[in-house]
């Protein structure tokens, strides 16, 4: 159910590589999570990112949650469209609901994260909480 | 963890797959499938809530209605059969015990439907109690006794028509808002009122609690043609932010006076003695200082219950309730601010994530409820 050709993390991101940048967005569990994303806040094209920290805060109806970046990097586009339309990330989250292209500082960051077999096992254990 | 309470329609609620979340004690239903659409249910169909989390208190006696009297800010001696007043209870302090929905049934009897609290909403119990005093009156806290549902949108009083009969035979037509009727839903005793907390059309139907699972399921039902959904807490709270009904614990507490809360209607100070008068007739006198008012937030997020607002980043108040409303695309809050920063298009900071948002001064409600439309 999580596409194949995607890398994820444990806070529910995934990551892409795109010849040369890393395309991040949110995963279909978030999405399902947090349900009804009514407001966006996106950082800045040009600004930096730190794996494992914040770029992004979604507010839904009922609450507040942050976005991690699964590497670390300069982002390099940010997907402005989300701010008017936040429905796209439950629309589309691997494709039209993407977050920010990150130019890595290191591409072999990507190896760290999780698979989708992996990923979803671990999104199994977490929703049993 | 103190046991969460069920209401009678819990296990429904679980069979649906709804979201379940605390509140005032219960384990509620926040949304069954997303809050946005169970909104637009509401605004354009028709939704349905459980609302048996309310408490019922039932006075009864000779001096029903002049215990009422006593105890709320309203005044309600002049209340027919079947009437429904809405009224603050206070403290001597002018501040808000509770708001709350007085069904005149008849002269020795009155329904008063609270806010849920912990406990069966012993707080508006144990406080109405210690008042007694002489009267002669029987206080009886009937909250775990009493099912409710809420039933909300454009076509509810079509679909209701269908299932419920009126006592003497009144069609549910003549029914006008804010009234209510005993009557039968398929074959059950129902108290049925033309009220609700949605700001559409719509009906909120008691019944002894162990019929209110066969009458949810038979709205369900019948209702599928009109497209109905069962609605959460979520969608309860979007649907009545937009057209600003006061949230008790949010909008009013025991810190804010129906004065300042724009609840000054229901401040009858011309009546004799009521718990709160010396203190209202006070602030009445001396002005109040500050005031309930609406803001628009263009753009920065959406500010919670408690958030700072600012002026020159000197704090001059805080949000009541903020929230993203779905009819409108808009981030919208009340907040009670200081009389000076009150002004219709005044331009005030909300913080939000430490930074101050820019926020303008707008008039509530923010949609205009079905009545006024």
């Not at chain 1, 040369?20 to 569990?29: A, C, E, L, Q, R």
């Not at chain 1, 009514?38 to 794996?51: A, D, M, N, T």
């Not at chain 2, 249910?41 to 809530?49: A, D, K, S």
């Amino acid at each position: 159910m999580y596409p194949k050709e995607l890398k994820y993390t444990k806070t529910h991101e995934w990551a892409r590589g795109d010849n040369g940048f890393i395309t991040v967005g949110i995963t279909s569990f978030a999405v399902e999570e947090l349900s009804d994303v009514v407001y966006v806040e996106l950082p800045s094209e040009g600004g930096k990112v730190e794996k494992g920290s914040s770029f992004a805060t979604l507010e839904s109806v009922k609450a507040v949650s942050e976005v991690y970046s699964p590497v670390s990097g300069e982002i390099h586009k940010v997907n402005h469209r989300l701010q008017k339309h936040p429905e796209l990330l439950s629309k589309d989250c691997y494709g039209e609901g993407w977050m920010i292209s990150v130019i890595p500082a290191e591409a072999e960051e990507l190896n760290s994260l999780m698979n989708a077999e992996e990923y979803q096992r671990f999104a199994e254990e977490s929703s049993k909480i | 963890m103190k046991q969460l309470l069920m209401t009678p329609l819990h296990e429904e609620h679980l069979k649906l797959g709804a979201r379940m979340i605390p509140f005032d004690g219960f384990d509620m239903p926040v949304q069954y499938t997303s809050i946005i659409e169970e909104h637009f249910t509401v605004r354009e169909r028709v939704g349905i809530f459980d609302v048996s989390h309310m408490g019922e208190i039932e006075l009864h006696g000779k001096d029903a209605l002049s215990f009422t009297d006593y105890i709320v800010t309203n005044s309600v001696m002049k209340m027919e059969n079947g009437d429904i007043k809405y009224s603050p209870m206070c403290y001597p302090s002018g501040g808000q015990v509770d708001d709350l929905f007085i069904y005149k049934i008849k002269d020795d009897f009155v329904l008063l439907v609270v806010n849920a609290s912990p406990n069966y909403s012993a707080k508006d119990f144990d406080w109405i109690s210690q008042h007694k005093g002489g009267f002669d009156v029987e206080i009886s806290n009937r909250s775990p006794a009493y099912g409710e549902v809420a039933v909300q949108g454009p076509v509810s009083k079509k679909l209701i028509e269908a299932l419920v009969k009126l006592e003497g035979g009144m069609p549910l037509e003549e029914l006008r808002r804010f009234k209510s009727a005993h009557g039968d839903f398929l074959g059950r005793k129902i108290l049925i009122s033309h009220t609700g907390y949605t700001g559409e059309d719509g009906f909120e139907i008691f019944s002894e609690e162990k019929d209110i699972a066969d009458i949810w399921n038979s709205i369900l039902e019948k209702g599928k043609k009109f497209g109905i959904k069962p609605c959460g807490l979520g969608a309860r709270d979007t649907t009545r932010f937009e057209v600003c009904y006061w949230l008790y614990g949010n909008d009013i507490d025991e810190t804010i006076n129906p004065l300042e809360a724009g609840q000054g209607w229901t401040v009858k100070l011309d009546k004799d003695r009521f718990i709160g008068k010396e203190a209202l007739l006070k602030i009445k006198e001396g002005g109040i200082s500050r005031k309930l008012v609406g803001l628009y937030i263009p753009t920065g997020g959406i500010p919670r219950h408690k958030t700072d607002v600012k002026k020159y980043g000197k704090r001059v108040g805080y949000v009541t309730s903020g929230n993203y409303c779905p009819s409108l695309k808009k981030i919208h809050a009340m907040a009670i601010l200081d009389i000076p920063f009150t002004e219709k298009g005044g331009k005030v900071d909300v913080v939000i994530r430490d930074r101050d948002v820019e926020a303008e001064v707008v008039d509530m409600p923010f949609v205009k409820p079905v009545n006024k439309r």
